[in-house]
């Protein structure tokens, strides 16, 4: 049981490059997330799916795509990457039931940094 | 808008005494609200959860108080030991969207 897994750990783009943040979970949990972090802000939801084929958008989606094809996966795009990208990304995982001691699941986070 | 906040940066505590994180909330429809903790290069880790029809949460050493008239959260470590050492979030859900807050970064002494 692996938990939450996200490739790649570090990554460096170069202003106007895609890429890919893989994110993957075998819990077989319903919701799965995309945060990020920056300095004095906190997490930030970006995007979210509560199952396969349903994907929503969070706090801050702009520049980001998601897909959920499957329960295990949920990969986050970022179409043409910005300097304001750079950050560190967190995926999570949980049961939709929120109800005492249910929580999220978060994987070690991607630090991706955009010049 | 930052919905919710952690206002204290930074908390120091000597081993054995009690620790206390605040949070402070302004959207009234969030019904659950958790605590986690983060160490440096990895993903934060649950501690303890509050749904909004309770006022308190015990597990262990670690107690979270709500209080929705006042919007405040608290989480409350008794003792405090040097590995509680970390930066440590309170996050609030409403459906299907979590609120982080900025973070505490908790230090106990030895």
């Known amino acids: 049981n692996a938990g939450v897994t996200q490739t790649p750990k570090f990554q460096v783009l170069k202003t106007g490059q895609s890429m890919t943040l893989q994110c993957a979970q075998d819990?077989?949990?319903?919701?799965m997330s995309w945060y990020r972090q920056d300095p004095g802000m906190g997490l930030r939801l970006i995007h979210y799916?509560?199952?396969?084929?349903?994907?929503d958008q969070g706090e801050v989606p702009n520049g980001y795509n998601v897909s959920r094809s499957t329960t295990e996966d949920f990969p986050l795009r970022l179409l043409s990457a910005a300097p304001s990208q750079t950050s560190v990304y967190f995926c999570?995982?949980?049961?939709?039931?929120?109800?005492?001691?249910?929580?999220?699941?978060f994987g070690p986070g991607t630090r991706l940094t955009v010049l | 808008d930052q919905q919710v906040k952690q206002n204290s940066p930074s908390l120091s505590v000597q081993e054995g005494r009690i620790s206390i994180l605040n949070c402070d909330y302004t959207n009234s429809m969030f019904d659950y609200f958790l605590w986690y903790k983060k160490y440096p290069a990895e993903g934060p880790t649950f501690l303890i959860s509050i749904s909004s029809i309770k006022d308190k949460n015990e597990d262990g050493r670690f107690t979270v108080f709500l209080n929705k008239s006042a919007k405040h959260l608290s989480l409350h470590i008794v003792p405090s030991q040097p590995g509680d050492s970390a930066v440590y979030f309170c996050?609030?859900?409403?459906?299907?969207?979590?609120?982080f807050g900025t973070g505490t970064s908790l230090t106990v002494i030895p």
């Open positions: 999570a995982s949980g049961r939709r039931v929120k109800s005492s001691g249910d929580t999220q699941y």
């Open positions: 799916s509560v199952g396969a084929g349903i994907t």
């Open positions: 996050a609030a859900s409403a459906g299907n969207q979590f609120y």
């Open positions: 819990m077989n949990h319903e919701y």
